[in-house]
């Protein structure tokens, strides 16, 4: 039975996804990232186990002994530029090759992917506005201009940085003196002051810090403020000098794919988050667009643009981007724990379900896992509010492991399938940190440039920690050479679900040959440390932050 594959490989996520000939998704899986620049880990088989999952699936709806065979495969890729290509094609074959697939892959620029994420025709235009903005015009299916796509520092106009830059230039402006008030310059103040942590007192110097300090994908947040005061509310009036920012963004996206198609084709397909999601920049150039008589798109998720691409590329009738975006919709309804790892929140639920089943990680869970890892963070409370890059815990304490040993990690799943509680380990803590050492924290070292000395927020904290990890006391390795990792949501506690995985885990790591294992607990999580002590683990060290608690394999 012949199938295509469409792959969309992000810095956080990754997607895959099998469709027959008949039009029909057979297979969806999401996984972590996979950019070659910033994502860390063995990304070849971290993708090819996404690419194995969404097979899985496959292998359910066919027929017994009905042979599937994958004819095309098109990947959009994050960053693929000429520069990366070699390392992206290598990429693509050894993910391909650990899935046991054979055909060929197709890098395909993300502007085609957004079109035929929004268009089964094979001509039309782009328009595109995320973090950054461009224009592109699409014939049969590829790149056939460009306009902007230039950077935060040279263009851009009318994107999530540049609407939140000039919305910061305003408010400060203002704050000056040197142009008329504006909601905007309270509103800067204020951002600065969240990033900070803590204000210094004058908020043009917090201004000046956090701009030259912070990434400027970072400092694309304050768009959204910049468009809600220039619609207003009930509560204000819309704010004249955010809506004349407004009014820019949606000329120069405008005047960007004017220079693509001076007539432009009837059908516009408009990508990214300022122009898919309902806001002032939106609904002025779609309104403009319609006005002169040409079809708007929204652009579906970039995997459905991915698998399209891949029917055409196999001769097949292309197929309805929105009826297939509408099929990974319903899937993932339908498979949650597989594709899209959400939960109720616990307060949802009073008491933990009579079980939870215990389970191997599978690549999907990786977004889960992470979304867990911060939820108990912060001694076992949530600390999604404390930083403003929550996702830096889990690359701290939770990602090496699912990329380097996922073979030593074991979730709780909920009768649903969802992951509620997780425990990462390795047997051997010496050789994994120097597997960290060249496998995990070099990308992450580059993502996240050592912070500036003066600096002391919590997220610099934890990027330091990224640069400078320290390595494990080689006199506590003597007895105890293996540790773990261990967080549970409020509904996997009690009702001895942390018993089972933590000792399920424990018996992996004996029959590994580990003579001993150590884990670090906070001082302040006291629910922690007595149901540790209730396990069988016993105080090794007391430290200022907490304690290092061990105890010999196996467990008796």
Same mark, same amino acid.
């Given at each position: 039975?012949?199938?295509?594959?469409?792959?969309?490989?992000?810095?956080?996520?990754?997607?895959?996804?099998?469709?027959?000939?008949?039009?029909?998704?057979?297979?969806?899986?999401?996984?972590?990232?996979?950019?070659?620049?910033?994502?860390?880990?063995?990304?070849?088989?971290?993708?090819?186990?996404?690419?194995?999952?969404?097979?899985?699936?496959?292998?359910?709806?066919?027929?017994?002994?009905?042979?599937?065979?994958?004819?095309?495969?098109?990947?959009?890729?994050?960053?693929?530029?000429?520069?990366?290509?070699?390392?992206?094609?290598?990429?693509?074959?050894?993910?391909?090759?650990?899935?046991?697939?054979?055909?060929?892959?197709?890098?395909?620029?993300?502007?085609?992917?957004?079109?035929?994420?929004?268009?089964?025709?094979?001509?039309?235009?782009?328009?595109?506005?995320?973090?950054?903005?461009?224009?592109?015009?699409?014939?049969?299916?590829?790149?056939?201009?460009?306009?902007?796509?230039?950077?935060?520092?040279?263009?851009?106009?009318?994107?999530?940085?540049?609407?939140?830059?000039?919305?910061?230039?305003?408010?400060?402006?203002?704050?000056?003196?040197?142009?008329?008030?504006?909601?905007?310059?309270?509103?800067?103040?204020?951002?600065?002051?969240?990033?900070?942590?803590?204000?210094?007192?004058?908020?043009?110097?917090?201004?000046?810090?956090?701009?030259?300090?912070?990434?400027?994908?970072?400092?694309?947040?304050?768009?959204?403020?910049?468009?809600?005061?220039?619609?207003?509310?009930?509560?204000?009036e819309p704010d004249p000098t955010a809506a004349e920012i407004v009014a820019r963004a949606a000329g120069g996206l405008l005047t960007s794919l004017a220079a693509v198609s001076p007539r432009p084709a009837s059908t516009v397909v408009l990508?990214?988050?300022?122009?898919?999601?309902?806001?002032?920049?939106?609904?002025?150039?779609?309104?403009?667009?319609?006005?002169?008589?040409?079809?708007?798109?929204?652009?579906?998720?970039?995997?459905?643009?991915?698998?399209?691409?891949?029917?055409?590329?196999?001769?097949?009738?292309?197929?309805?981007?929105?009826?297939?975006?509408?099929?990974?919709?319903?899937? &993932? =309804?339908?498979?949650? /724990? @597989?594709? $899209?790892?959400?939960? *109720?929140? +616990?307060?949802?639920?009073?008491?933990? #379900?009579? !079980?939870?089943?215990?389970?191997?990680?599978?690549?999907?869970?990786?977004?889960?896992?992470?979304?867990?890892?911060?939820?108990?963070?912060?001694?076992?409370?949530?600390?999604?509010?404390?930083?403003?890059?929550?996702?830096?815990?889990?690359?701290?304490?939770?990602?090496?492991?699912?990329?380097?040993?996922?073979?030593?990690?074991?979730?709780?799943?909920?009768?649903?399938?969802?992951?509620?509680?997780?425990?990462?380990?390795?047997?051997?803590?010496?050789?994994?940190?120097?597997?960290? &050492? =060249?496998?995990?924290? /070099? @990308?992450? $070292?580059?993502?996240? *440039?050592? +912070?500036?000395?003066?600096?002391?927020? #919590?997220? !610099?904290?934890?990027?330091?920690?990224?640069?400078?990890?320290?390595?494990?006391?080689?006199?506590?390795?003597?007895?105890?050479?293996?540790?773990?990792?261990?967080?549970?949501?409020?509904?996997?506690?009690?009702?001895?679900?942390?018993?089972?995985?933590?000792?399920?885990?424990?018996?992996?790591?004996?029959?590994?040959?580990?003579?001993?294992?150590?884990?670090?607990?906070?001082?302040?999580?006291?629910?922690?440390?007595?149901?540790?002590?209730?396990?069988?683990?016993?105080?090794?060290?007391?430290?200022?932050?907490?304690?290092?608690?061990?105890?010999?394999? *196996?467990?008796?």
């Amino acid at each position: 039975m012949p199938l295509v594959l469409g792959l969309d490989i992000g810095g956080t996520s990754t997607r895959a996804a099998f469709l027959s000939a008949k039009g029909e998704l057979l297979g969806l899986a999401r996984g972590g990232g996979a950019n070659i620049n910033s994502s860390p880990g063995d990304l070849p088989r971290q993708l090819g186990a996404v690419i194995a999952t969404a097979q899985a699936q496959v292998r359910e709806h066919l027929a017994a002994g009905t042979v599937a065979e994958v004819v095309a495969c098109v990947a959009g890729v994050a960053g693929s530029g000429a520069a990366a290509g070699d390392r992206i094609t290598e990429l693509l074959r050894g993910a391909l090759s650990y899935a046991g697939i054979a055909a060929p892959a197709e890098i395909v620029p993300d502007p085609v992917i957004a079109f035929a994420a929004g268009s089964a025709q094979p001509e039309g235009s782009v328009l595109l506005a995320g973090t950054g903005a461009a224009s592109f015009r699409i014939e049969g299916f590829a790149e056939a201009a460009r306009a902007d796509a230039l950077g935060w520092l040279l263009g851009d106009v009318g994107g999530g940085i540049w609407i939140a830059l000039e919305g910061l230039r305003a408010g400060a402006a203002s704050l000056d003196g040197r142009a008329t008030p504006t909601a905007l310059a309270p509103a800067a103040a204020q951002f600065a002051a969240d990033h900070l942590g803590e204000s210094t007192g004058d908020p043009l110097q917090d201004l000046i810090r956090v701009v030259h300090g912070t990434r400027p994908a970072e400092l694309g947040s304050f768009a959204r403020t910049v468009a809600r005061l220039a619609r207003g509310g009930e509560a204000s009036e819309p704010d004249p000098t955010a809506a004349e920012i407004v009014a820019r963004a949606a000329g120069g996206l405008l005047t960007s794919l004017a220079a693509v198609s001076p007539r432009p084709a009837s059908t516009v397909v408009l990508a990214g988050s300022v122009l898919t999601k309902d806001g002032p920049v939106r609904s002025t150039v779609r309104d403009h667009l319609v006005h002169q008589g040409l079809t708007t798109l929204d652009a579906a998720e970039p995997v459905v643009g991915a698998v399209c691409l891949a029917a055409h590329r196999a001769g097949w009738d292309q197929p309805d981007p929105r009826a297939l975006s509408a099929a990974v919709d319903a899937m &993932e =309804t339908r498979a949650a /724990p @597989a594709t $899209r790892p959400a939960a *109720p929140p +616990p307060s949802s639920r009073k008491r933990p #379900p009579a !079980a939870l089943a215990l389970d191997h990680y599978r690549p999907e869970d990786h977004d889960r896992l992470y979304e867990i890892c911060v939820r108990t963070g912060d001694s076992g409370d949530d600390a999604t509010s404390k930083y403003r890059e929550p996702e830096l815990l889990g690359h701290i304490y939770l990602g090496a492991y699912l990329a380097l040993e996922p073979e030593h990690a074991l979730v709780l799943r909920d009768p649903d399938g969802v992951a509620q509680g997780y425990c990462v380990a390795t047997a051997e803590t010496a050789r994994f940190e120097q597997r960290c &050492e =060249t496998e995990w924290w /070099p @990308a992450l $070292r580059e993502r996240y *440039p050592m +912070p500036r000395p003066e600096e002391d927020s #919590p997220d !610099a904290a934890l990027i330091r920690k990224i640069h400078q990890p320290g390595g494990t006391n080689p006199a506590l390795l003597q007895d105890f050479p293996a540790h773990l990792h261990i967080d549970l949501l409020p509904v996997a506690q009690g009702g001895g679900n942390g018993k089972r995985l933590l000792l399920a885990v424990l018996d992996e790591l004996h029959a590994d040959g580990a003579p001993g294992v150590h884990l670090g607990v906070g001082g302040r999580n006291a629910r922690a440390i007595g149901f540790y002590e209730h396990v069988g683990l016993r105080t090794v060290i007391h430290h200022p932050w907490g304690l290092t608690m061990g105890t010999a394999l *196996p467990l008796h």
